[in-house]
């Protein structure tokens, strides 16, 4: 099975920057779509950034000029660099990969803006 584990993350200052990972293990294809999704306190997990297999990204209205994603298909990972952090960015980012028609989920890391 396909095992998903981010890294990176912690506390910044508002107006910072941060560099998240995720590191793809098992049956893995250069046809899948991997990304990242986010989920605040009290609120639904929602979409953040999508990269396919050919290096095509995708990225929600919030983070769109402040965030890039990444890939490196030889390693299996992807990469988030988050730029001009917001308080309103505050949550646990969770990795993601969809092959198949299925997603695996990361187990999150939590990433905390505030001064």
């Known amino acids: 099975q396909v095992r998903l584990v981010e890294s990176g993350g912690g506390l910044v200052q508002p107006g910072g920057s941060l560099r998240l990972s995720c590191a793809a293990s098992g049956s893995i294809t250069s046809l899948s779509l991997m990304g990242w999704h986010r989920q605040a306190p009290g609120k639904q997990r929602e979409f953040v950034a999508t990269i396919s297999g050919g290096g095509i990204p995708v990225y929600a209205d919030s983070v769109k000029g402040r965030f890039t994603i990444s890939r490196d298909n030889v390693k299996n990972t992807i990469n988030l660099q988050m730029n001009s952090l917001e308080p309103e960015d505050t949550a646990v980012y969770y990795c993601?990969?969809?092959?198949?028609?299925?997603?695996?989920w990361g187990k999150g890391t939590l990433i905390t803006v505030s001064s």
């Open positions: 993601r990969l969809t092959q198949h028609g299925v997603n695996t």
